[in-house]
């Protein structure tokens, strides 16, 4: 227990804060943020429901690659099997239990690394060398647990609950929201794996918002917005978004010549999407980049941090000097980001902090807030 969590319950805390209208909204109280008993609500009744994100499919091309990632404490791997399909499952040995693969890569079949127990890509076991003499002993019956794994415009969801909707009905009005870009044709050109030391929710809401982008951001994208050009319309139950109209500053950020789908301000309008419970993602015409959050208790958050280019910049001639560009800002953005949430998280911590009123940019925090107390406590 943290000295946060004495004399307080965060959940009634946060049940009085969403509990007024948008326009007299504050910012979540500290107890969300700081509390250990909250976190661990968080992980069973958010992170054990929804959908999450394992990155892109175009990652995991070929029979054998696979990825690795950890849900509230269950360690899971997808993998592209020999039919073509992406599957989840567990990546803990039916034997004693040893975890089988780590990182990404790209295995024939799955060999657990304490007793060589194999399976296959199906989590099928194969081999159990010198269990001939255990009668109990069944190699057929022996399989790694399955979950559930749906692609979804070129994305790979997992989830624990067998009951949750399937992700295309779950986030069919983010699909007829954003569908004539094209995500699913986007190319991820890296991926890599953070740990930063602030809540999952405070770099959430950081992204949710664009609020802090001159500030925040003034030696990198802060002068290519306006905040009078930002919009920030009602979200929806799975999700919140907002847009913001680019300038010319920045060529990856606008349609390519050669992109004829889209027109008028699509042209050179940003989504920033929030879909719940941590999948963030930037959708510009030109290029994406990607967030996909997990609580390492209340105090560090786990990222997977990628993103990639648009068709058009990817056929360019000057590929790769567009990749070099957009690595290059994303990853000062991204240093920026972690200054600020870790600089928040600080300060939320102290005795002496208190949540403030929000901005009118700053809806999607709010409604961000209400899922969480949905999901909650009702």
Avoid at 111 to 121: E, F, I, K, N, S
Avoid at 152 to 180: C, R
Avoid at 310 to 316: I, N, Y
Wanted: proline share 6%.
């Amino acid at each position: 227990m943290t000295k946060h969590d004495v004399g307080l319950d965060p959940l009634a805390e946060l049940r009085a804060n969403v509990s007024v209208p948008f326009e007299q909204a504050q910012a979540m109280p500290k107890s969300v943020y700081t509390s250990e008993a909250f976190n661990r609500l968080e992980l069973e009744g958010i992170f054990r429901q929804d959908w999450l994100c394992a990155g892109r499919a175009s990652a995991l091309a070929t029979a054998g690659d696979y990825t690795t990632m950890e849900i509230a404490g269950e360690p899971i791997m997808v993998i592209r099997g020999h039919d073509g399909g992406l599957r989840a499952q567990s990546n803990v040995c039916r034997h004693r239990m040893s975890p089988l693969l780590e990182g990404r890569g790209n295995v024939g079949s799955i060999v657990c690394p304490y007793h060589a127990w194999t399976y296959g890509l199906d989590g099928q076991l194969r081999g159990a060398p010198a269990m001939m003499h255990n009668q109990a002993f069944e190699r057929s019956k022996i399989c790694l647990p399955q979950l559930r794994c749906e692609e979804w415009q070129g994305w790979i969801m997992v989830t624990l609950n067998a009951d949750a909707p399937p992700v295309s009905e779950a986030l069919s009005d983010v699909s007829e929201l954003i569908g004539h870009y094209g995500m699913e044709d986007y190319t991820e050109t890296f991926r890599e794996h953070h740990r930063w030391n602030t809540n999952w929710k405070v770099l959430a809401e950081n992204f949710m918002e664009s609020y802090h982008l001159p500030v925040c951001h003034a030696g990198t994208i802060g002068g290519t917005v306006s905040l009078e050009e930002m919009e920030c319309p009602e979200g929806f139950p799975a999700f919140n978004y907002h847009w913001i109209l680019k300038n010319d500053t920045m060529a990856l950020t606008l349609a390519h010549p050669n992109n004829t789908h889209l027109v008028g301000d699509d042209r050179r309008k940003t989504y920033l999407l929030s879909i719940y419970p941590a999948l963030m993602i930037t959708l510009t015409p030109g290029y994406f980049w990607y967030l996909s959050l997990h609580p390492d208790g209340p105090d560090h958050v786990n990222i997977l941090y990628g993103g990639g280019l648009a068709p058009e910049f990817v056929e360019d001639p000057d590929a790769d000097a567009h990749f070099e560009a957009l690595k290059g800002i994303l990853d000062n953005v991204n240093e920026e980001d972690r200054g600020c949430t870790e600089k928040v998280y600080r300060g939320l911590s102290s005795n002496l902090s208190e949540p403030g009123p929000l901005s009118h940019l700053e809806r999607p925090n709010f409604e961000f807030a209400r899922y969480v107390m949905e999901r909650l406590g009702g």
